[in-house]
Structure formats: C-alpha cells, structure tokens
C-alpha cells in the first residue's frame, strides 16, 4: 500500500515539474521578440501616417444671391364665379351665350317671351291713368266741401244758418277729405304696379353681372322655366386666384405683396407669376396652417380654373451666400463637415448645410465665401492632415 502511494507521489512531482518548464520556455519566447515584431497600432487610412502628403482637388466657396422661398400647392380658382338665374317665370325665347363663349358686363344673354310682361305692363299704366281721373274728380269734390264749410262757417256765426246745418257741411267736408285720401292711396298702389310691371318686362332680357366667360349653360330655348332656375354660370378667368396655406412656421415670413411663381402639369415648361393678395388673420387649430390667396395675371387664358398648382413665396433674397459643390461636403453619421485647405493642410469645419441648386450646396455656417475647400478624397482627410492640390 505504501509502495503505491509513493509512485502516485512521485508521478504527480513530474507533472508538475514539466507544467513549470513548459511555462517558463513560454515565456522566454516572449521575451525574446524584438521590439519591431510586438503588435502594431492598427494604421490610419491615410498617407499622412508616413508623412505623405495626400494628393486633393479643391473649390473655392462662392459667394451667391440667392431666394428664399416657401413651397405651396392648390387649385386654381377664378376671381369672380357667378350663377345666373332668372328673376320671372317664363318660356325662352332666345339664349345668346354658350359654353365657353366670352361675354362683357350688361351683355344680353338670354330673352324671354315678352308678350305677357308687356301686356301686363300696358294694363298697370291703363290703371294708373284711370286713378289719376279718379284722383282729379275727388280732389274737386273735396276743394268744393272745403268752400263750402268756410261759407257755413261764416253763415253759423251770423246765426243765418242753424247749427244742424253747420254739422252737415262739416260731415260733407269730413267724407270728401277721406275719398281723396283712398283716391291717392289708390294711385300709390297703381303706380307700384306700373314700377313692378316694368321690372318684369326688364326682366325678359337676362344680362350678364360680370365681364368673363360661360361656364355652364343650364337651359335653352323654348323651356318653360320658373322664377330662381340657374341659367348659367360665368366666371372670370384673369387674373385667377389660388387658394392655399402655409405652415404656422412660416407665418411670421408671409406678407401682402410678395411675389409667387407656380406651375402647373398642362404646360410643364412654363413659369406663370403672381402675388400674394390675402392673409387670414388667424392660424387653423387643427392643421396649423394659414390660410393666403395669390392673385395670377392669366391675359392669355392659358391657365384654367381648377388646375392643381405647385409654386413657391419668395419671402426674401439674400447675396454673399456660400456655394460649394455637393461633393466637397463629408456626411458621417449625420454630421456634415468640410476641410478648408489653408498652407498646405486642411481643417475640419462642422457645417450647416440649406438650399441645393444644380449640384451645388449652402452653407449656412461654417465657412466664407473665398475659403478654398476639399473636393476629393474626403475619406481621407482628417484634422491637420498634409494636402497636395493635384
């Protein structure tokens, strides 16, 4: 039993023995490496690191004037929409204006059968005259009446006459004054009719309220219509109005006066121009925007009303602005960033980027107009790194 102890002993002395030669042949190993074959730092991207310059293109910062503008969109409206309609009840006799036809302010555009408005006319003026004698035989009998309570009078206060006959004179007086007073009532009326009958016979012929053109013609002739039926409906086509809003954002930017440029799908290569006219005086709650109507000269009447429109505000114009071309600008992790080149290295300038413009960029802050930048190798180029334009 002892015997077996010991060789376990002596078996586990040799194992330990081999673990510490094997650990310090490690270690000598280790330390034996030169200090060149040790690991590296791993290397830059970029030739900087071995004292090279690395080989750039550059642009210069242009200074710019350029717009500020606020994007709208909607539909195009005509200044003025009017729907005709017939003040009497009649049948058509001729309708003088169609679709699409241009027509001017006073314009006759429809008739109607004016016999019985005429007819009507003649019988108010009849009845006008037949008051008017009516009125002239009462007015005689009263100024009679009247002559003669002034006689009675004088005869009641001689005693010639008896007081019965005095209140008999009175009552005549009385009567006659009443008849004259229904016979002028009775003219008033008459001559209403007459002003009435008139307005009727002028109602046979429908003019035009507004200078424009004819958008919808309801009728035609020889319809029996009712009084309040739409005729038609004209618009007027220039200027044109555009009804839009603007986000409360730019509320403050928005005036009265300001220019609009809009286009419009039917003529893709044309710019068409206006003006702001109209500002709401209050922002919509629930769509935080403004409403504003631009006024649009259409001479030609090129534009439609109802053609959706997409344009732009010209809030301000602003010069001394710095360009650089898209490519000199280094996005990384949405920070933007651009290298002024300046005796022979550049340096790293974070930048605020606005409008676009035929491949080139604003910049808000961040550099002047007449800094030279990098324009390649972006990639490369780090704070104080060595540049060599190509």
Sequence with gaps: MDKIINKKIKLLIVHCSLLILLTLFFQSC??????????????????????KAIKIKTAN?????????????????????????????????????????????????LTFD???????????EENLKTNEKNYERVLALRNDAHTNLKRYEGLFAEDVISKKDMDAALTQYYVQEASLKQAESMINQAKAQVIIAKKH????????????????????????????????????????????????????????????????????????TGNVTRISPAVDEKTRAMDIEVRIPN????????????????????????????????????INKVYVVKDGKVQDR?????????????????????????????????????????
């Design 61 to 109: 910062v242009e200074a710019r004037t350029i717009e500020r503008m606020v994007e709208i969109t909607g539909t195009l409206a005509a200044w003025e929409e009017v729907t005709v309609s017939s003040e009497v009840s009649g049948t058509i006799q001729g309708v003088f204006a169609d679709l699409g036809d241009a027509v001017k302010q006073g314009q006759v555009v």
């Design 201 to 272: 016979l002028a109602d046979t012929e429908i003019l035009s309220p507004i200078s424009g053109e004819v958008k919808k013609r309801f009728v035609s002739a020889g319809e029996t219509i009712q009084a309040k039926t739409p005729l038609f409906i004209i618009v007027k086509n220039d200027p044109l109005k555009l009804k839009t809003q603007v986000s409360e954002q730019f509320v403050g930017e928005i005036k009265v006066g300001q220019g609009v440029r809009v286009a419009v799908d039917a003529f893709p290569e044309r710019v068409f």
């Design 30 to 51: 280790s330390s034996d490496k030169k200090p060149a074959e040790k690991e590296k730092p791993q290397k830059p991207l970029t030739a900087h690191i071995d004292g």
């Design 350 to 390: 974070p930048v605020k980027t606005g409008v676009r413009e035929n491949g080139f960029v604003e910049l808000i802050e961040g550099v002047k107009p007449g800094e030279i930048v990098a324009a390649s190798s972006l990639d490369q180029l780090f704070e104080g790194a060595k540049v060599e334009v190509k």
């Design 299 to 334: 001479p030609k009447r090129l534009l439609k009303s109802g053609l959706f429109a997409k344009g732009n505000i010209l809030t301000k114009r602003e010069s001394n602005v710095p360009f650089v071309p898209e490519g000199a600008v280094y996005s990384f992790v949405g």
């Design 114 to 124: 004016l016999r019985e408005p005429a007819a009507n006319l003649k019988a108010a």
